[in-house]
């Protein structure tokens, strides 16, 4: 109980806010009570660690600023927003999720247009590589693209090679 | 004396055998040839009643599947030159009757790449796309 009275002057002794007699009895407390010590010198600390922190002076103006905040109520929203919106983040989430969702589409998915022009590209590539074989062949193309005229080439003809020099020479 | 005449004749055998293949095949090769003429002939004439039947008798020829690319170049020319002459109908019958006729996948995604090509010009993307799919799928699994 004794003790109860003392650590509750702790703060007030560290403030210099008693008499001298009080601080004497206070003081010879501490000297014989090791918890009330340890509570003072724990308080002791915490001032030392409050006096270390730097200070932000603020501008006189700022306070003005929040209290005017503080007092001032929350502007009236209608009806429908407060029913809709009732919090500013929930359709801001929603659009970006809605965002994340198409680019995911886009990127992700193939869509039908890229496989149509995927199969395009390979439609192309085909005709080119029938155009060159073709023309090798002796088939000319002249009707626009794809297109073959069928002359002097019949796939089933054997080529028949050339005789080397005169065969009628006699060895 | 014994083993060497049985040699001998075994040459001659397989020498006869591969001579007979050889004559078989040029007569094959032979009627192909005419007949792929006349397919042609018939399709600048405008006689499209007569050119799958006369078509028919090329693929019904007994091609080994080294040689199929020449039933492949007969159907891509004949129905190139048909697609040529607006009859994509014909055509794509044509390439039909050619894939019954060859075995090799390569050989059925070439057609299978000209059916979607006739099916382009006559502006049938869709199918266009679904042919060309099949030659892809044919193409992957050689």
């Known amino acids: ?171 | 004396m014994a083993k060497s005449f049985a040699a001998a004749l075994s040459v001659m055998m397989f020498s006869l055998t591969w001579l007979t293949a050889q004559d078989d095949w040029e007569k094959t090769r032979s009627i192909a040839e005419a007949q792929h003429e006349i397919v042609m002939l018939l399709i600048k004439n405008k006689q499209y009643d007569k050119v799958l039947p006369a078509s028919k008798k090329i693929f019904a020829l007994n091609f080994p599947p080294a040689r199929e690319y020449q039933l492949v170049d007969h159907a891509r020319l004949a129905s190139a030159s048909l697609s040529d002459q607006k009859n994509f109908t014909l055509a794509q019958q044509l390439l039909d009757e050619a894939l019954k006729a060859v075995h090799t996948n390569k050989s059925k995604a070439t057609l299978y790449k000209e059916k979607a090509l006739i099916c382009s010009k006559n502006g049938q993307d869709g199918q266009a796309m679904k042919f060309l799919e099949e030659a892809v799928r044919l193409e992957e699994n050689p």
Not at chain 1, 83 to 91: D, G, L, Q, T
Not at chain 1, 131 to 144: A, C, M, N, P
């Open chain 1, 1 to 171: 109980m004794e003790c109860r009275i003392y650590t509750e002057s702790l703060t007030a002794l560290m403030d210099g806010e008693l008499a001298g007699e009080e601080v004497s009895t206070i003081r010879a407390h501490l000297l014989v009570c090791r918890s009330c010590d340890a509570e003072y010198r724990s308080l002791l600390y915490s001032y030392e660690l409050v006096g270390k922190a730097q200070l932000i002076d603020s501008q006189p103006s700022a306070w003005t600023v929040i209290e005017s905040r503080i007092r001032t109520p929350k502007e009236d929203r209608g009806f429908l927003r407060r029913f809709f919106f009732p919090n500013i983040w929930v359709p801001i989430t929603a659009v970006a999720a809605l965002v994340l969702f198409t680019s995911f589409l886009f990127l992700f998915v193939p869509s039908s247009d890229n496989h149509s022009v995927a199969m395009r590209q390979l439609l192309n590539k085909y005709v080119q590589e029938r155009d060159q074989e073709f023309g090798r062949k002796g088939v000319l193309s002249t009707q626009g693209v794809g297109a073959v005229r069928t002359v002097q080439y019949n796939p089933f003809r054997e080529t028949v090679p050339t005789p080397k020099g005169n065969p009628f020479k006699a060895e």
